[in-house]
């Protein structure tokens, strides 16, 4: 019996420890839990532990890495994974699970760091932020998200997006928000996997006024009520007022007060963080062509002039690729992504001997590119056209964190090329690659491609 009790005890300790602190308590207002337990100021959350509030009901949480999730009344949610690695951010993981009410979120520092790891879910959506502080409204069919500072990405559950998925959706139907749209939500019902752009506010004309105090309620963060409704300064101003009152009857032989209730303590208020500069941030674009004149045409830029100004990312024959400054790509944990081909430059090249080849123009069609994140893997297949003839070309490879292609070798297949490729966010979403291939003994093909979302 002792030996099962102690195997017993072992085996709660370990539960206990799989799950970790996610944040603390700073401030409660009204009805709000902590499990089972009314929440107060000080009191740990931990990851699994569902969080509840009443119809008076507001709960601020400080996360451990200085970030907020906040609840309003008559909301339930759950800070499924906090899992911060400040050595190794790529290791981070962070998921949020808001499941009825109103909850808003401003990224910590560690979701900053790995953006692509933050997943913020609802029962009919799946959110990703690129350094946000942006409020939901969700119940079992209807989601609406605005943005407070930064940017946002919402998906539908539906295809590779699932909710035990982590790190954002995205996608063809995905869509994104950013601060500078202004009295704009996205609204996404159960069923759809792409949100709707509309106007209004995520909060429904019910719900109460933040209590004075309360972090963020300030000018630097707008705020998020709509009528106003008795609040904490003014509940206990009435009740210190209701006191005095009473005391000064005593003297005439009326009824004892009944007891004061307990003031109300305001937490010291929360430094918020100054709004994100509305000016978007620059993406990381692509700059691709020739570096060499072939069949007259001048190249279409200096290639050491361009390498000190722009990152190199691949020589192929006559053609470069590079990485302009900005914001480096990062590639999602999920979903697919396909692209159209928007222009192409390309070249047929004969070898006579050692000191005698020939070029031809070959011009591209039929271009189709697919990112799969799930895998981590690509696929792109093209026709070109030279004179009277017609060639089908078709690649696949690895798709890097830092949005680099890297094509498996074609050395030797017939109707493979070797491609060299890189993807961006700029305007959108746009990808490029370098490829060769072989026609047959005396022929081979070079040239390069650009594509949009």
Not at 47 to 74: C, S, V
Request: net charge neutral; hydrophobic share 40%.
């Amino acid at each position: 019996m002792l030996k099962i009790t102690a195997i017993a005890g072992l085996a709660l300790c370990a539960q206990l420890a799989l799950a970790a602190e996610a944040g603390k308590v700073i401030f409660v207002a009204g009805n709000a839990q902590v499990l089972d337990r009314q929440a107060a100021e000080g009191t740990a959350v931990q990851e699994g532990d569902m969080l509840q509030t009443g119809a008076d009901g507001f709960l601020y949480i400080k996360t451990i890495d200085n970030g907020l999730f906040i609840l309003r009344p008559n909301t339930k949610a759950r800070i499924v994974t906090y899992h911060v690695d400040a050595n190794n951010p790529a290791n981070t993981r962070i998921k949020l699970d808001l499941i009825s009410g109103v909850a808003r979120s401003r990224s910590g520092d560690a979701v900053k760091q790995a953006r692509q790891n933050f997943r913020f879910n609802t029962p009919v959506a799946a959110i990703g932020v690129r350094g946000t502080d942006f409020t939901v409204f969700t119940d079992d069919d209807t989601s609406r998200v605005s943005v407070i500072t930064g940017g946002i990405v919402v998906s539908g559950f539906a295809g590779t997006c699932s909710p035990e998925g982590s790190g954002p959706c995205e996608g063809a139907a995905s869509r994104e928000l950013s601060a500078k749209q202004r009295g704009q939500l996205l609204q996404i019902k159960r069923g759809s996997q792409a949100p709707q752009l509309m106007s209004g506010s995520v909060m429904s004309s019910d719900q109460p006024a933040l209590p004075a105090g309360a972090p963020l309620g300030n000018a630097a963060s707008p705020p998020l009520s709509s009528p106003a409704a008795p609040v904490v300064d003014t509940q206990k101003a009435e009740s210190l007022t209701k006191a005095s009152n009473d005391s000064s009857n005593n003297g005439n032989n009326n009824p004892p007060a009944p007891p004061e209730p307990p003031p109300v303590v305001m937490p010291p208020p929360v430094t918020s963080v100054p709004p994100e500069p509305s000016k978007p941030v620059k993406e990381a674009g692509i700059l691709w062509g020739r570096w060499e004149p072939v069949l007259g045409p001048a190249p279409d830029f200096n290639l050491t002039l361009e390498m000190g100004r722009n990152e190199l990312v691949a020589v192929n024959g006559n053609f470069a690729l590079f990485r302009t400054a900005g914001r480096t790509y990062v590639s999602p944990e999920r979903g697919n992504i396909g692209f159209r081909m928007k222009d192409s430059e390309a070249y047929i090249y004969t070898n006579y001997g050692p000191s005698a080849r020939t070029a031809a123009a070959a011009t591209l069609s039929n271009g189709k590119l697919n990112i799969d994140f799930d895998t981590k893997r690509f696929a792109t297949s093209f026709d070109m056209a030279s004179k009277a003839e017609l060639f089908s070309w078709s690649a696949q490879g690895a798709v890097g964190p830092d949005g680099r292609l890297y094509g498996d070798s074609a050395d030797g297949v017939k109707g493979m090329v070797n491609v060299q490729g890189l993807l961006s966010n700029e305007n959108g979403g746009s990808a490029s690659y370098l490829f060769n291939g072989r026609i047959d003994e005396r022929r081979t093909v070079n040239g390069a491609t650009f594509w949009r979302q």
